[in-house]
T-cell receptor, first 114, second 116 residues
């Protein structure tokens, strides 16, 4: 299957700083990438849908100025958590899809904000 | 709004048992349904994808069925092994049209423990 990577796999930062997470599709060009958030022992919650070259579409309740998404190319999307606070600590997972086919998920990024 | 429910929430079985995980969804207008496996602290691994026109898919010891009209899917694991221990998630993708197209809705997952 297709491979999706995320970097970093984990990050610890101080409150108030910004953190950037990268999502890459390694062996295919992804027309669409998705960003999810997962709290401990809970399922995945879709945060936003990202299409290459256009603005991301955010789900209801997700602050677009807080979670900046850039989809600069067909193989890279980035999520920047701005002015991070402890409540932003979570497991962030991206996925990528080609056309209308299945989504392939990255390994996730564990964010801890002190 | 699509809602996906998985039963049971947790399951503990001895090695070798055959088991069934259940997934139900409220809106039958789906494009496909996927079953995933998630190990603790890891991402998702896709196990099986069933298109809306299909009834089942098989991969090794795994078999997933889909009854779209009744909004149900089951994941059957044959001859379970300790290495099967993980959280299993099902997710549905809505049909074409509308703003939700392409977006997966996940169930809460079933935590499976297979003990030796």
């Amino acid at each position: 299957g297709a491979v999706v990577s995320q970097h970093p796999s984990w990050v610890i930062c101080k409150s108030g700083t910004s953190v950037k997470i990268e999502c890459r599709s390694l062996d295919f060009q992804a027309t669409t990438m998705f960003w999810y958030r997962q709290f401990p022992k809970q399922s995945l919650m879709l945060m936003a849908t990202s299409n290459e070259g256009s603005k991301a579409t955010y789900e209801q309740g997700v602050e677009k100025d807080k979670f900046l998404i850039n989809h600069a190319s067909l193989t890279l999307s980035t999520l920047t958590v701005t002015s991070a606070h402890p409540e932003d600590s979570s497991f962030y997972i991206c996925s990528a899809s080609l056309g209308h086919n299945e989504q392939f998920f990255g390994p996730g990024t564990r964010l801890t904000v002190l | 709004k699509q809602e996906v429910t998985q039963i049971p929430a947790a399951l503990s079985v001895p090695e070798g048992e055959n088991l069934v995980l259940n997934c139900s969804f409220t809106d039958s207008a789906i494009y496909n349904l996927q079953w995933f496996r998630q190990d603790p602290g890891k991402g998702l691994t896709s196990l099986l994808l069933i298109q809306s026109s299909q009834r089942e898919q098989t991969s090794g010891r795994l078999n997933a069925s889909l009854d779209k009209s009744s909004g149900r899917s089951t994941l059957y694991i044959a001859a379970s092994q300790p290495g099967d221990s993980a959280t299993y998630l099902c997710a549905v993708r809505p049909g074409a049209g509308g703003t939700s197209y392409g977006k997966l809705t996940f169930g809460q997952g079933t935590i499976l423990t297979v003990h030796p």
